[in-house]
């Protein structure tokens, strides 16, 4: 739906240390969001988008599973928005061991335990696993 649609990833439109782009309205307007071919609905990833919420269900998932782990990495996340922040919370809550790998301060840096301040391509290619 939008072929030949790109973004100028130059100057003021560069790539942000959490990944993220800024776009300009223009370039957000042309924008055309695919329609489900079954009910008509907004069509998108199985993912969880900036303002949606993080179904519970996957929250006490992954809550299980970071109990039953030694330590948490977070990779490449300021950790500015709840969903991700808050599991670094409750491990820090827990007495858990927390690294960080990311470009630029963290919401969570008060909580953290070992911090690289890198591009995680850059620090995950250098690990012999």
């Known amino acids: 739906m939008n072929k030949g649609w790109s973004v100028d990833t130059s100057g003021a439109m560069a790539d942000r240390p959490d990944g993220d782009i800024d776009l300009d309205s223009e370039k957000i307007k042309e924008f055309k969001v695919p329609s489900c071919p ?43 928005v709840y969903s991700g922040y808050r599991f670094v919370h409750r491990a820090h809550g827990h007495g858990m061991k927390i690294a960080v790998v990311n470009i630029g301060p963290t919401r969570a840096d008060k909580l953290i335990d070992v911090k690289v301040s890198a591009k995680c391509g850059d620090v995950l290619q250098r690990l012999r696993l």
């Not at 900036?50 to 929250?59: A, E, T």
Request: glycine letters at 10%.
């Open 38 to 80: 079954n009910c008509g609905g907004v069509l998108k990833p199985e993912v969880t988008f900036f303002g949606d919420n993080v179904p519970k269900s996957i929250v006490h998932e992954v809550l299980e599973k970071m109990f039953h782990s030694d330590a948490v990495l977070v990779l490449g996340s300021s950790l500015e």
